[in-house]
């Protein structure tokens, strides 16, 4: 049985509900984050891909569509079934399942490249290490597996909820990882302008 996470204890609230209203979850946009289409044109995605906490599946059908193999999971159903549905109305092979962030080696998988799209800056110190330790057992380690992830910024004007620092980065990816880069960035919500809210983009290699 999956233990609520801090977010969900703060809020009261499954991760689903923010699916189940009338108007869409904060962070869907209704299509991938600019700074994910920018890393994929650059070729930043190689070989296969898993994309931690999916949401309805944006960021991952529009790597699908570049012909990656792609697994997006999360805990709500409600988005994976409108991810799965996306998949099917675009003729997409992207894969989605429910899965705890916190216990990933249960996927029994690893893969060359993960994306990380606004669930780190979810957790609370205690849980961005055991989230750290738990995509260690999905990454692979050959040739240097390598993670992206997009975060919330303490750093600038009008931030995200959950902001973090590039310390709270480097403290949770201490152990079998190394920080490759972290540079700033700006991520795109419902309730920010078209320039989205200040971020941190961390490029981090499997060690």
């Known amino acids: 049985m999956r233990k609520p996470t801090s977010h969900e204890r703060m809020t009261g609230q499954h991760w689903d509900a923010s699916y189940q209203r009338d108007e869409p979850a904060p962070w869907d946009i209704g299509g991938p984050q600019p700074t994910v289409v920018r890393l994929a044109a650059g070729g930043g995605f190689t070989g296969s891909v898993l994309d931690a906490g999916c949401g309805t599946g944006e960021n991952a059908l529009h790597l699908a569509s570049l012909g990656l193999p792609v697994l997006g999971f999360d805990v709500a159903g409600t988005a994976l079934a409108m991810a799965r549905q996306k998949a099917a109305d675009r003729r997409l092979a992207a894969e989605f399942v429910e899965a705890d962030a916190l216990r990933l080696d249960r996927l029994g998988r690893r893969f060359d490249t993960v994306l990380d799209c606004g ?40 931030t995200g909820p959950h902001p973090v620092s590039r310390e709270d980065l480097t403290a949770a990816f201490g152990v079998g990882w190394t920080v490759a880069a972290i540079v700033p960035e700006r991520v795109r919500t419902t309730f920010h302008d078209e320039n989205g809210a200040p971020a941190w983009l961390a490029t981090i290699r499997r060690s």
Do not use: K, M
């Open 119 to 158: 669930l780190f800056h979810t957790f609370d110190s205690d849980e961005r290490r055991e989230y750290a330790a738990s995509l260690a057992t999905a990454t692979a380690t050959e040739h240097g597996g390598t993670l992206y992830v997009l975060c919330f910024s303490d750093e600038g004007t009008d």
